[in-house]
């Protein structure tokens, strides 16, 4: 069973969010809940943000700066009722670790009508077609509440250096 957590701004739309659970089992029988498309007051590609997965035993919620815009309960099944079910417990699969996977999403059926053939010449001409991490934390709960509870500060683009990765010489004819 392929089992995705998602949070991702949506590439072609800078003041959109989306978070999603994929589950269920393999193509053509997986399923997923997320939260749609979720607008913000702000460009996306104009600072840095906090995207956070707080992932409990019972929710997972996404957050953006602090704001919470989805919650999915894990006291369920997520069988999707197509095919054979892959599961044996509630929870399941989100009751395991998963990998962390960044990555610019080009094509596929996320970007509305036509967008299977969108082509990544088409993708360069967003607003800003790269993505730039500062910093990524994992925490696991102990059971033990901080106080006070840390706030993350980030510093703006502009009090970045820039990082640019070099341009590969031609290959000789």
Known sequence: ???QVHCRNRGQ?????SSTLHF????PNNANKGSGAVKYPFDFSADYH?????WEKDQIQFAV??????TQSLVRSFYSGRGANPYSDLRQPFDKPFFFLFNVAIGG?????????????????WPN??????WVRVYQDNGITPNPVPVPSTPKPSQQAPQTMPTPAPTPK
């Open 1 to 3: 069973s392929l089992s």
């Open 13 to 17: 739309n800078n003041y959109e969010v």
């Open 24 to 27: 269920g089992g393999t193509q």
């Open 50 to 54: 906090v995207f956070s997965c707080i």
């Open 65 to 70: 700066d602090g704001k919470v815009h989805f």
């Open 109 to 125: 059926g996320f970007f509305g009508a036509n967008s299977h053939a969108l082509t990544v010449e088409q993708a360069k001409k």
């Open 129 to 134: 077609p790269e993505m730039q991490v500062d």
